[in-house]
């Protein structure tokens, strides 16, 4: 560990440097996740040859405050998403928003404990009983994510070639090409919010008097001639609402240190973990999690690549569920857009890191509770890992649901990691938190300064 320790003192160092240079820097803007969803455009490259703007507008209909009570006419489409995206009356049985699985005050996840008095793995549905077999992962950040296309993308800080394969889009398979179309999945899918057709939603949204004059003033008075119509019109105000600031904070402790409004103590565990996550040789964090070079505002630690890495069934869910025996989730594979599907079998989009020590449960099915325990997971690919077992359940890591696609080459950069190791990428993930859910963060007794 001497070597490492050295190492990691010399990065640190270099690290704040950077970051002072950073100040002479123009600040960058930066860039949806998923019910089941996530978006990106800066550093990729799709095959159509144009390049996507590398600086979209953040913010182009801020968030109101304060929020116009439903009864309100919106003054704005943001608005009008904003009231949309709280009604409940949008589900078959009200009971159901799109915030009941994307509460603001918790990172937009579901907090919504299960019998157990812990947060589900997966989302229960407006009928009061039905469950998916993905985790609905946070909405912050999401609005960033590119269209769904298959092209390279640059990497940074690793011992991997460019990526080339499949990026972006909402939903963990990416089948909504944009956060329009994945508002549009919600509503209607008869294991979530239930509604029967978009007849059924027309008719929800003109019991709202109000609604009808913000529709009539931003879509014209003949939306309400076809449902169809007022269906793209409710998705593309959902959309509008989720490009608020509220969405996509970038004040985090990581983002105040590269403007210099907050600084890692060297010898903190935090520090030792960006050192550690941006690191070539000791880890593989930046292959997929690094989208910008060192030091760049808008860093959305989410390459938007797709990959295998071995995640087990949730057995817990699958029971729950009362799965088929024979069903698997083919990822990537089962969106419509994908035709290579046997090469994609298990693969799913990489999220963004901001807020993820306050989002768990984790991966795309929620079957890792604590963040310590994913780093482990990543560990144990390693010949010697020091982690042989789950910490959650005390038995051997158990096998991935499609052993034949996982990303081996990416999971085999770098080298085993210790328990510093992993205390030291949490704490440093736990900076990746916008300052509002700070308060949030786990109190179990890691000190990370």
């Not at 860039?31 to 455009?41: C, H, R, Y």
């Not at 800066?42 to 439903?70: M, N, Q, V």
């Not at 019109?233 to 509220?246: G, H, L, R």
Request: hydrophobic share 35%; aromatic share 10%.
């Amino acid at each position: 560990m001497n070597l490492l320790n050295g190492f990691i003192a010399i990065i640190t160092t270099v690290f704040s440097l950077m970051g002072v240079l950073a100040l002479m820097d123009p600040v960058e803007p930066a860039p949806p996740t998923d019910g089941k969803t996530g978006s990106l455009v800066a550093f990729l490259k799709p095959d159509t040859g144009a390049d996507p703007d590398p600086d979209p507008d953040p913010d182009p209909d801020p968030d109101p405050d304060p929020e116009p009570p439903s009864d309100n006419v919106a003054s704005s489409l943001g608005q009008l998403g904003r009231q949309l995206f709280r009604d409940p009356n949008l589900s078959a049985n009200r009971t159901q928003s799109c915030s009941t699985c994307h509460d603001e005050e918790r990172a937009f996840t579901d907090g919504r404990l299960d019998a157990n008095g812990a947060i589900s793995d997966v989302s229960l549905g407006d009928n009061g009983f039905s469950l998916g077999d993905r985790n609905a992962p946070s909405i912050s950040y999401a609005h960033l994510t590119p269209v769904f296309s298959r092209g390279t993308r640059e990497r940074f800080n690793s011992q991997q070639s460019d990526y080339e394969g499949y990026l972006g889009g909402l939903f963990w398979d990416g089948r909504a090409p944009t956060t329009a179309d994945q508002a549009k999945g919600p509503p209607l899918n008869p294991i979530e919010m239930g509604l029967m057709d978009t007849f059924t939603l027309s008719q929800r949204i003109q019991e709202n008097p109000s609604y009808i004059e913000a529709f009539t003033t931003f879509f014209g008075a003949e939306v309400f001639d076809n449902p169809d119509e007022v269906f793209d019109a409710m998705a593309e105000s959902i959309a509008a609402y989720e490009e608020a600031d509220v969405f996509s904070t970038f004040d985090s402790k990581y983002d105040k240190s590269l403007t210099g409004d907050y600084t890692y103590s060297p010898l903190s565990k935090a520090a030792a973990g960006r050192a550690l996550f941006f690191s070539q040789q000791f880890t593989n964090c930046a292959t997929c999690h690094q989208l910008r070079p060192n030091n760049r505002s808008g860093e959305l630690f989410t390459g938007f690549e797709y990959h295998n890495i071995g995640v087990p069934v949730n057995e817990t869910v699958r029971a729950i569920n009362n799965s088929d025996p024979g069903f698997t989730d083919a990822g990537l594979a089962a969106n419509p857009e994908v035709p290579d599907t046997e090469d994609q079998m298990g693969k799913y989009r990489v999220p963004t890191l901001r807020n993820v020590a306050v989002s768990g449960p984790y991966m795309h099915n929620g079957v890792f509770d604590e963040l310590d325990t994913v780093v482990k997971f990543y560990d144990k690919f390693f010949e010697g890992s020091n982690f042989p077992t789950n910490p959650e359940t005390g038995a051997v890591w158990r096998e991935p649901e499609h052993p034949q696609t996982v990303a081996r080459t990416e999971l085999l950069d770098g080298r085993r990691l210790d328990q510093d190791d992993v205390d030291a990428l949490v704490c440093f993930m736990r900076t990746l938190t916008d300052e509002r859910y700070e308060p949030l963060l786990p109190d179990d007794g890691l000190n990370c300064e």
